[in-house]
């Protein structure tokens, strides 16, 4: 199982000890999330790193407001901009790929893994490397890289704290010492803006239309996998391999009001589920604060406000994103990362208006069929980069044919 950490009585944890944290992609959603809970907290955290991509205003904001140890910035053009704005801080500074890289080295507890995209995989890495308890926002890390990452949180001794909602849910209701009575886990899924739209709806729907989702506030990109499932089929591999289940173990169901975030079925029949607000305060709290739990702003439920709770099938003809990740995920080998490449370009393909809604499962399908040769798990990042630029391409190869 990939939470290597015992789930550990709050009584006898050093509950009492500050804890030193990590933010890596602290401008993100999920790092501002982050951040927020610490600001509320803030005699209980030591805040060593805070790092970002392009977003150096608000990494200087951030920095300057709540004082880290270290700054990143990704982008080397904006290391001036960086220096000038923490100029008297006392903050130490750097920027470019690699000191992301040592920003996740630096001896923090927690790490924030919070990178979006490939770029997150070697920052992670090196926190999962040296033991940290990572709390895992990066879909990357386990979908495209899902085999390195569980060698090597098992060689590390690294705990995987997983932040995504569902995953969390699951994390909050297992009884990690009783898996043997787990029958099955379920994931729900809001089912995105098109879930009563039929094929030839959906032919049709725009960018904007497809990022207005329901019940969470998103990136545009998430919220396409949204609309389309991909995001639940990514958090289906994702679940593989957290929990020690297998796929065949591993159902979705549609549930729109998005207050049930999963559920875990045991042998003796009984379902337990972890209900809240959609508001990723609260499973980023449960990672934070850990093996114990921390007051957050988050909405109370009103069950009676509320009024029901609806459940329902998803449909494989109009959402047949679900389909592939089951497939990538039964193939194994290097499928699940050509997935998770193929499906990136496509859905920015879709944003940029070049195809259509549907194109993208139609690609993404197309570059799974044309990579079936690839079986082998990929050994290290190195070549987890080399499989991802060449699904890439061939998805922007299709995307050209697609757009004439």
Same mark, same amino acid.
């Given at each position: 199982? /990939?939470?290597?950490?015992?789930?550990?009585? =709050?009584?006898?944890?050093?509950?009492?000890?500050?804890?030193?944290?990590?933010?890596?992609? *602290?401008?993100? @959603?999920?790092?501002?999330?982050?951040?927020?809970?610490?600001?509320?907290?803030?005699?209980?955290?030591?805040?060593?790193?805070?790092?970002?991509?392009?977003?150096?205003?608000?990494?200087?904001?951030?920095?300057?407001?709540?004082?880290?140890?270290?700054?990143?910035?990704?982008?080397?053009?904006?290391?001036?901009?960086?220096?000038?704005?923490?100029?008297?801080?006392?903050?130490?500074?750097?920027?470019?790929?690699?000191?992301?890289?040592?920003?996740?080295?630096? #001896?923090?507890?927690?790490?924030? /893994?919070?990178?979006?995209?490939?770029?997150?995989?070697?920052?992670?890495?090196?926190?999962?490397?040296?033991?940290?308890?990572?709390?895992?926002?990066?879909?990357?890390?386990?979908?495209?890289?899902?085999?390195?990452?569980?060698?090597?949180?098992?060689? @590390?001794?690294?705990?995987?704290?997983?932040?995504?909602?569902?995953?969390?849910?699951?994390?909050?209701?297992?009884?990690?010492?009783?898996?043997?009575?787990?029958?099955?886990?379920?994931?729900?899924?809001?089912?995105?803006?098109?879930?009563?739209?039929?094929?030839?709806?959906?032919?049709?729907?725009?960018?904007?239309?497809?990022?207005?989702?329901?019940?969470?506030?998103?990136?545009?990109?998430?919220?396409?996998? *949204?609309?389309?499932?991909?995001?639940?089929?990514?958090?289906?591999?994702?679940?593989?391999?957290?929990?020690?289940?297998?796929?065949?173990?591993?159902?979705?169901?549609?549930? =729109?009001?998005?207050?049930?975030?999963?559920?875990?079925?045991?042998?003796?029949?009984?379902?337990?589920?972890?209900?809240? @607000?959609?508001?990723?305060?609260? =499973?980023? *709290?449960?990672?934070?604060?850990?093996?114990?739990?921390?007051?957050? =702003?988050?909405?109370?439920?009103?069950?009676?406000?509320?009024?029901?709770?609806?459940?329902?099938?998803?449909?494989?003809?109009?959402?047949?994103?679900?389909?592939?990740?089951?497939?990538?995920?039964?193939?194994?080998?290097?499928?699940?990362?050509?997935?998770?490449?193929?499906?990136?370009?496509?859905?920015?393909?879709?944003?940029?208006?070049?195809?259509?809604?549907?194109?993208?499962?139609?690609?993404?399908? @197309?570059?799974?069929?044309?990579?079936?040769?690839?079986?082998?798990? #990929?050994?290290?990042?190195?070549?987890?980069?080399?499989?991802?630029?060449?699904?890439?391409?061939?998805?922007?190869?299709?995307?050209?044919?697609?757009?004439?």
């Amino acid at each position: 199982m /990939a939470l290597t950490a015992e789930k550990r009585d =709050p009584e006898t944890a050093s509950a009492a000890r500050r804890r030193s944290v990590s933010v890596l992609g *602290s401008t993100g @959603s999920i790092g501002v999330s982050t951040l927020d809970l610490i600001e509320r907290e803030r005699e209980k955290y030591d805040l060593v790193a805070v790092t970002a991509h392009k977003n150096v205003t608000s990494l200087i904001e951030q920095a300057r407001r709540l004082r880290p140890q270290l700054a990143v910035i990704g982008d080397t053009l904006l290391y001036d901009e960086l220096k000038a704005g923490l100029e008297g801080t006392g903050i130490e500074i750097a920027a470019g790929r690699d000191a992301v890289i040592e920003a996740a080295l630096r #001896p923090a507890d927690w790490v924030m /893994a919070g990178i979006v995209g490939t770029a997150g995989l070697a920052p992670t890495l090196a926190a999962v490397r040296r033991g940290a308890a990572v709390a895992l926002a990066n879909k990357e890390c386990l979908v495209s890289a899902g085999s390195l990452f569980l060698a090597e949180v098992s060689r @590390s001794g690294a705990t995987l704290l997983p932040v995504d909602s569902e995953h969390n849910a699951i994390f909050q209701v297992l009884e990690a010492d009783r898996l043997h009575t787990v029958d099955r886990i379920i994931l729900t899924a809001s089912g995105g803006p098109f879930r009563t739209w039929s094929r030839e709806d959906m032919a049709k729907a725009t960018p904007k239309q497809a990022v207005a989702h329901p019940r969470w506030d998103m990136g545009a990109k998430i919220s396409v996998d *949204s609309a389309t499932l991909m995001n639940k089929g990514l958090e289906l591999i994702e679940a593989h391999n957290l929990f020690p289940f297998g796929e065949p173990r591993i159902e979705i169901i549609i549930h =729109p009001e998005s207050i049930i975030h999963s559920m875990v079925g045991y042998v003796d029949g009984s379902v337990l589920a972890q209900l809240g @607000s959609p508001d990723m305060r609260t =499973p980023i *709290s449960y990672a934070l604060a850990w093996p114990n739990r921390m007051p957050t =702003p988050c909405a109370r439920l009103n069950l009676a406000e509320i009024g029901k709770l609806t459940f329902e099938e998803p449909d494989p003809a109009r959402f047949p994103a679900l389909r592939l990740a089951r497939e990538a995920l039964k193939a194994g080998g290097a499928a699940p990362t050509i997935l998770n490449a193929a499906n990136e370009i496509a859905v920015a393909a879709f944003l940029g208006g070049h195809i259509g809604f549907l194109d993208i499962a139609t690609i993404v399908e @197309s570059v799974l069929s044309k990579s079936n040769s690839v079986t082998r798990a #990929p050994l290290d990042l190195e070549e987890i980069y080399e499989i991802d630029r060449i699904a890439r391409n061939c998805a922007e190869e299709l995307v050209q044919l697609a757009s004439r």
